[in-house]
């Protein structure tokens, strides 16, 4: 039987004592902006997953607990989540063409939009995710919504402090962290290592193997921060993740065991350093930050999921992405403080100058390629921006932001396709914000988000492959695509209630989506029955994305805590029809389920020992615009008994309890079973199974 919230709610309602007259909600401070802000005095929907849900939900990757803010989903297609979703707006692949993300993805300041596969979370501090454009505060990679990871600060007092797990499927991570003065009261450091391993949850029968979707994931992370004065601090942060996962995740009879004898890989080697600089010359604060980025991917797969021979007119096929990619940033920005505000000191500011270059090289290895494929992609960015806060009254405030960006691309490839597009691209908000009486406030806001044109590449270089006038017509309609731009229009309430026990936010929305960007894809028979597949991005005239959401904690006594979340979103296109010839208008929109949820809580028994529990689902939802196959709702149910002290912690946790099978990735427009005569059917790949582990740590 299925569990439910009913069921979860009637598991924690055991008899608490009174509430202690002292205990109140802990306050959580959003960084993702120009200034630290309280979550509950922020004007926008925004989740914040703290250090402590990390650790009680074992997470070593964003995925294993993304799932708790509402409207937000994930696409794998690789060893781990690599796109993300927010609203229903987001990538869920990459091959040839190159990205431009829809999801801004940042690390410790360090861009890594696209790049989900490096989001491990040892020693972080928190997750943020904010809904809605950030056009102002991001620009481009960030239409619909920012990721923010803040991984732990260097501390005055001396730390250290290792942490172990150990799991099924040969699941094991360790990891240590130390902070502390080098300098009494001038120079302080943090440094964080940590190493992942897992057989993964695939059986490759034809090889006799249980580890050939494994996972061997490090994360290197270190930190100095220089007390320069009363009023300058420089913090430097180098950073260092290898991945070294296998990819074996389709099974041509839809289960958990495979025949491919090539299986594939999901490789990332990432190192990066960022340097920010905050001072306080006189009036204004500045702040100054430069990051640097290399990384190196190897994401390849057996593209017949099988092996010679398995079936008459069986076909061979291994397809590899070696990707580099650089990138650069500088930012400079100016904040007002007292004796700086403008009109008559009712109204705070900010200015500042942006910069961001990208360099990627690609090299495809393919079999139907007579030579391998070059391409390189070169994205510079310069972007102006400013925002002011203006007091109103006593009450009332209007926040106007506004980002004007320049972004310039130069594409050329091994097959003689080459474009430079330019576009000059602006984003904004207006917000009013009323307090009411207390710690509440509701607030009305309108934000515009914007996503870069672009040229097809892969379909520019497909018009002289083919003689059939129908598939030239379809080619040539795709050659290149407009940019998308986005308006929000966003009422919302955030308050605390019951002397602080209660926190509480709601966010309605209605997202006008104009010139929608949709991923789409041509395929086209081989005469050996493989599918040749020509990725492309397109225009729908137009889409809209609305919805709900509710987010709720509740210190219900000085014993049991609980919590609620609730997405709801509807989302269809206006007019749309894909490069097939399909009429999509009307339907919904992929990897946006009508509903999510997450609820839960921990009951303190005493003593340090506790129980924590926790139950999230989301409706059904199309895997892709350009088939039907849908992955079925989903209720997934996490538990945590522990015993914590000053020094010591240790747990025994389970991740889907029920052992429901569930499905982050899917293909339904190609066949790929030559035992079938490769007839058309869905594939999926399985999400994380039931996983029982124990974790400990020690303080020292």
């Known amino acids: 039987m299925k569990p439910t919230p009913a069921m979860l709610a009637l598991a924690l309602s055991l008899a608490p004592p009174a509430l202690g007259a002292e205990a109140v909600l802990e306050e959580v401070i959003v960084t993702a902006g120009f200034r630290d802000t309280p979550l509950l005095d922020q004007p926008s929907s925004t989740t914040v997953l703290t250090g402590e849900d990390i650790r009680q939900r074992s997470a070593q990757h964003l995925e294993d607990i993304v799932n708790v803010a509402p409207n937000v989903n994930f696409a794998s297609g690789a060893s781990r989540a690599r796109f993300f979703q927010i609203r229903g707006i987001g990538e869920r692949s990459q091959f040839q063409e190159p990205l431009n993300p829809s999801i801004g993805f940042i690390v410790d300041g360090i861009d890594f939009s696209g790049l989900g596969t490096a989001a491990t979370l040892f020693d972080a501090r928190q997750v943020e995710i904010l809904r809605g454009p950030q056009g102002t505060y991001h620009g481009a990679n960030a ?48 440094l964080a290592v940590s190493s992942h391993r897992s057989d993964g949850y695939i059986e490759n029968d034809y090889l006799d193997r249980d580890d050939t979707n494994d996972r061997d994931e490090t994360t290197v992370r270190g930190k100095l921060r220089w007390l320069a004065g009363a009023t300058g601090t420089l913090d430097v942060t180098a950073l260092y993740v290898d991945v070294d996962n296998g990819y074996d995740a389709f099974s041509l009879d839809n289960t958990r065991h495979t025949l491919a004898d090539q299986p594939g890989k999901d490789t990332l080697e990432s190192t ?51 990707r580099e990619r650089d990138s650069y940033s500088a930012q400079l920005r100016l ?41 390189r992609y070169d994205t510079d960015t310069l972007a102006l921006f400013g925002q002011l806060d203006a007091d109103l009254g006593d009450r009332l405030t209007l926040i106007t932001g506004l980002r004007l960006e320049r972004r310039q691309t130069d ?178 929109q992929a990897h946006a389920p009508a509903y999510q949820y997450a609820v839960g809580g921990r009951f303190d028994f005493g003593q340090g020992f506790y129980l924590r529990l926790d139950l999230e689902g989301k409706d059904e939802f199309y895997f892709s615009d350009r088939h039907d196959v849908l992955a079925p709702s989903a209720d997934l149910l996490q538990a945590r008994l522990g015993y914590s002290t000053e020094r010591w912690s240790v747990a025994l946790w389970g991740r889907n309890l029920t052992d429901e099978d569930y499905y982050v990735r899917g293909f339904g427009s190609f066949g790929n079973d030559p035992r079938k005569g490769y007839i058309v059917e869905p594939y999926y790949q399985y999400g994380e199974p039931r996983l029982i582990g124990l974790s400990a740590s020690y303080t020292f």
């Open 143 to 190: 239409l619909a919504g920012l990721i923010n990871i803040r991984t732990g600060e260097p501390q005055a007092q001396p730390l250290l402090r290792v942490e172990a797990t150990a799991a099924d499927y040969g699941t094991w991570s360790a990891g240590i962290v130390g902070s502390g003065p080098l300098i009494t009261d001038q120079l302080l450091y943090r």
């Open 335 to 375: 904040l007002s403080k007292d004796g700086s505000r403008l009109f008559r000191d009712s109204t705070d500011w900010v200015a500042g100058i942006y910069y961001l270059g990208e360099r990627e090289d690609l090299q495809r290895r393919y079999t139907y390629l007579d030579s391998d494929f070059f391409s």
């Open 272 to 322: 990066a350093l960022g340097l920010d600089w905050h001072s306080e010359p006189g009036a204004v604060q500045l702040e100054a930050a430069l990051t640097a980025a290399t990384t190196d991917s190897d994401y390849a797969y057996d593209e017949d999921w099988s092996y010679i021979g398995i079936a008459p007119g069986w076909y061979a096929s291994r397809d590899q992405y070696l």
């Open 411 to 588: 594409y050329r490839d091994s097959n003689d396709v080459a474009s430079d597009p330019e576009k000059d691209l602006w984003g904004g908000r207006l917000v009013l914000e009323y307090t009411l009486d207390g710690r509440r406030m509701v607030y009305a806001g309108v934000s515009r988000g914007y996503r870069a044109n672009g040229v097809n590449a892969q379909i520019l270089a497909s018009r002289e492959t083919t003689d059939d006038p129908a598939i030239i017509q379809r080619l040539e309609a795709l050659q290149a695509f407009d940019a998308e731009y986005l308006i929000n229009y966003e009422l919302g309430f955030k308050g605390s209630f019951l002397r602080e026990t209660v926190h509480a936010r709601a966010a309605l929305f209605y997202m006008d989506r104009d010139d929608q960007q949709v991923k789409g894809s041509l395929t086209i028979e081989r005469e050996d029955g493989s599918t040749n597949f020509i990725d492309y991005t397109d225009n729908a005239a137009e889409g809209n994305n609305y919805g709900l959401e509710l987010e709720m904690e509740w210190l219900a006594s000085d014993r049991l805590t609980l919590y609620g979340n609730l997405g709801l979103l509807e989302t269809e296109f206006d007019q749309y029809i894909n490069a097939a010839g399909e009429d999509l208008s009307g339907r919904d």
